[in-house]
């Protein structure tokens, strides 16, 4: 997977408005099926941490450019980057992609929350799956 995680997707009639373009809202929704997915292929189980009370990710802050629209039917990859790893949460750079042309830019904080809904510290298995992602795990 390298430093980078691409998912790919296809717009949908349900995904488009009625003019066929995508509705702005369902790119944050692609964004976070993206996440879901880089979070699964490096070995963090959400799933188990929620049910076990660990805890959640769940996004603190996002901030989206909007720059084209996607249609009914374009072909999409969302580009996913780890920017930063802190104690308690994770800077995400996505983008989504139509070829070569950027169509949303976005920087999301993923922040990391214990069951009462307070941040709380990642689980020190999971920072390490992230530095490994980004590179850093050498430092």
């Known amino acids: ?19 066929g373009i995508v509705y702005y809202a369902n790119y944050l929704r692609f964004m976070e099926r993206a996440r879901s997915d880089m979070l699964r292929a490096i070995g963090v189980d959400q799933r188990a941490a929620l049910e076990s009370g660990e805890g959640v990710y769940a996004v603190a802050e996002v901030a989206v450019k909007y720059r084209q629209p996607a249609k009914l039917d374009d072909d999409l990859l969302v580009v996913t980057e780890i920017e930063a790893i ?38 020190r298995a999971w920072v390490e799956m992230f530095e490994r992602l980004k590179g850093e795990a050498a430092k």
Not at 1 to 19: N, W
Not at 113 to 120: A, F, M, T, V
């Open 1 to 19: 997977m390298g430093d980078t995680h691409y998912f790919a997707l296809r717009v949908y009639f349900e995904d488009t408005d009625v003019a």
């Open 86 to 123: 802190r104690a308690a949460s994770v800077l995400i750079h996505q983008r989504v992609m139509r070829g070569d042309e950027v169509l949303t830019d976005a920087n999301v904080t993923a922040a990391f929350l214990s069951p009462d809904g307070r941040p709380k510290r990642q689980p």
